[in-house]
């Protein structure tokens, strides 16, 4: 079993910034994919962002292209999500997925899910 638990989160004003972690522990015997998604009230879960295990092949949505910043360490099996320029609209539960394979957008491809945590941004 591998479990995946996210941190970072909170309230934070327009223009502000956030950086997030997610830590994997159990029994990790691969490499794996690591992505991010978000949920807002009411609205489905969406594709934030990916890198492979490499760390050198990242993938962002349109949304925050140019803002948010994926990396990760593999000696700590820990990758974060830099968050600049937060706007309102950023608002929504974060969660950290693990995929086995490669990275992809797409959420019922992911192997192993975090809790969440959630993201606040005021105008």
């Known amino acids: 079993q591998v479990q995946l638990v996210e941190s970072g989160g909170g309230l934070v004003q327009a223009g502000g910034s956030l950086r997030l972690s997610c830590a994997a522990s159990g029994r990790i015997f691969s490499t794996y994919a690591m992505g991010w998604f978000r949920q807002a009230p009411g609205k489905e879960r969406e594709f934030v962002a990916a890198?492979?295990?490499?760390?050198?092949?990242?993938t962002y949505a349109d949304s925050v292209k140019g803002r948010f910043t994926v990396s990760r360490d593999n000696a700590k099996n820990t990758v974060y999500l830099q968050m600049n320029s937060l706007k309102p609209e950023d608002t929504a539960v974060y969660y950290c997925a693990l995929r086995w394979r490669s990275a992809t957008m797409i959420p019922n491809q992911y192997d192993v899910w975090g809790q969440g945590t959630q993201v606040t941004v005021s105008s």
């Open positions: 890198i492979a295990w490499s760390g050198g092949a990242t």
